[in-house]
């Protein structure tokens, strides 16, 4: 595994109570740690560290020139807990009802503390990753100049947990759970509209539809690369977003955060559905001056954080784009 680091968190105490040692690893890219303005990525759902290069999942938004700079940044990312990238065994969970997304946060600040991080220029994450940016922030209200959670949403509704109990039940019954899963999943991520622009009906063969061999490949691949108790801890986290539980109401809880938000959501997303982030949005402006919004216009659903690069980095591109003319400019007058 290229990169792959480790910090071991011990003793920790999940939402659930009970106490656990545990393997936390990550990958930095771009500019060394501490010397340039650290941006956190969160991966999704079946996604890893591994951020750009080869594999890199984000490679059109992040490197070197591109939208997120990395001769400019630094880039961390978290492997999730449990998601078996490093290969091993021993860091796998089985007992996966023990933890929520707000484990999953608490577990990312402890290792901030580790690596002697103050302060995050951005935390960015889209889908799963995004809900744990959410809790991130309100556990740290303090730590982050830019929260700019993506696909996402700050809880996780009723259709999502409904959503996460089905694959569940798939992950836990199915007899090829990961492939049944993914298959499931892969029609919440997308359109009907996407999928008919996609396939529109057209044959393999004389019995197999175009648009049920592009869904046994999804969830063969995942099968091949992934692991059930992986998919199972990643799903337990995606229904447990909610930043308020156990907390006071959101607009309390969401009102205590310094960052400046920037919601990207996606108008056709039937996971996380555009008119949540615009409710969080009204709402939030009321009490919080320094919230914005940003819709994707696609026909490709929830994937669409995955594909319409062009306009994620035109959204995102004033965000990174100021921090680094700030900095040159202050260097400049340093030298002056």
Request: glycine fraction near 4%.
């Amino acid at each position: 595994m290229i990169n792959l680091k480790h910090i071991t968190i011990a003793n920790y105490a999940t939402e659930s109570g009970k106490t656990t040692s545990l393997n936390l690893s990550y990958q930095t890219f771009g500019k060394p740690l501490h010397t340039a303005p650290i941006i956190l990525v969160n991966h999704a759902l079946t996604g890893n560290s591994n951020v750009i290069g080869e594999n890199g999942w984000w490679n059109d938004i992040i490197g070197e020139n591109k939208c997120i700079d990395t001769n400019e940044y630094t880039i961390l990312s978290f492997n999730i807990l449990g998601n078996g990238y490093d290969n091993k065994a021993e860091n796998i969970i089985e007992n996966y009802k023990d933890f929520t997304a707000r484990d999953i946060a608490k577990l990312f600040a402890l290792a901030i503390e580790e690596l002697k991080i103050q302060h995050l220029f951005a935390v960015i994450g889209g889908s799963v990753g995004g809900g744990i940016a959410w809790e991130l922030a309100a556990l740290k209200p303090r730590l982050i100049k830019h929260l700019i959670p993506i696909a996402t949403d700050w809880k996780s509704t009723d259709w999502v947990i409904a959503n996460c109990h089905i694959q569940d039940a798939l992950l836990n019954n199915s007899s090829q759970p990961l492939v049944d899963a993914r298959m499931h999943a892969m029609t919440l991520y997308r359109t009907p509209e996407s999928l008919t622009q996609k396939f529109d009906r057209t044959k393999k063969d004389e019995s197999f539809f175009n648009i049920e061999s592009w869904l046994s490949y999804h969830g063969n691949a995942l099968n091949d690369r992934f692991q059930v108790a992986a998919y199972k801890l990643m799903n337990q986290v995606l229904r447990t977003i909610d930043i308020t539980r156990d907390r006071n109401d959101f607009l309390d809880v969401a009102s205590k955060i310094e960052s400046d938000i920037h919601i990207i959501t996606i108008n056709s997303d039937l996971f996380f559905k555009a008119d949540e982030n615009w409710n969080t949005f009204v709402e939030l402006k009321g009490k919080k001056e320094n919230v914005n919004i940003h819709e994707i216009k696609s026909i490709h659903g929830h994937d669409a954080f995955l594909i319409e690069f062009d306009q994620l980095a035109r959204f995102l591109k004033p965000i990174f784009k100021a921090e680094v003319t700030s900095v040159k400019k202050k260097l400049e007058q340093q030298v002056a």
